[in-house]
Structure formats: C-alpha cells, structure tokens
C-alpha cells in the first residue's frame, strides 16, 4: 500500500502551496514540472556533489511516493515554491 504526504500532488492531481497558490504536475512532469505561468528566467547555479546526490535521491522518492515522474528542475522549482523563510531559518 503507497502512502503519500498530503502536500505531494497524486496522480495528476493539484496542490495548495503554502502561499496559497495551486498548482500542478503535468502527467509525466518531466521539464514543465510545477508553475502556473508560462514565463520562466533561466538561471544557473552550483551545487556540491553531495547536494546533487541529494536531489536526485528525491527526485527517485518523489516518483515512488507519487507515481509522478519529475526532475531537477520542477523538484527545484516546487521546493522554492514552499519555503518561507522561517523554514530557512529554522535551528540556524
């Protein structure tokens, strides 16, 4: 039996953010992945190798939880979508 946290979207389904907005996986995520707009900034960034690691393993946890295929960029772009900053902050 697949338990699910409530905050992951299930089989295409959407998701309240934290800020109040919805949003959702399209089926098969890949690199549309979660927003509500079409406009998007390209930015570039480095991580660690073992932050690297460290997405890849939720992506894979992510797909097992949800049955939802995604990648980097939409996890990425879902994680930014609900942090707040005492999230951030929190045992700092």
Same mark, same amino acid.
């Given at each position: ?8 979207? @299930? ?8 800020? =109040? +907005? ?5 089926? =098969?995520? =890949?690199?549309? =992945? ?7 900034? +390209?930015? *570039?960034?480095? !991580? &660690?190798?073992? @932050?690297?690691? +460290? ?8 797909? &097992?939880? *949800?049955?939802? /295929? ?6 990425? /772009?879902?994680?930014?979508? &609900?942090?707040?900053?005492?999230? !951030?902050?929190?045992?700092?």
């Amino acid at each position: 039996m697949r338990t699910a946290s409530p905050d992951l979207p @299930q089989n295409g389904d959407t998701v309240k953010l934290q800020n =109040g +907005k919805t949003v959702s996986l399209q089926d =098969g995520a =890949g690199d549309e =992945g979660v927003d509500d707009s079409n406009t998007r900034e +390209k930015i *570039t960034f480095y !991580l &660690r190798p073992d @932050q690297v690691e +460290k997405l890849d393993e939720l992506v894979i946890a992510y797909k &097992r939880r *949800t049955g939802q /295929r995604t990648n980097r960029n939409a996890l990425m /772009r879902l994680m930014l979508d &609900r942090i707040d900053i005492d999230q !951030l902050l929190m045992n700092a």
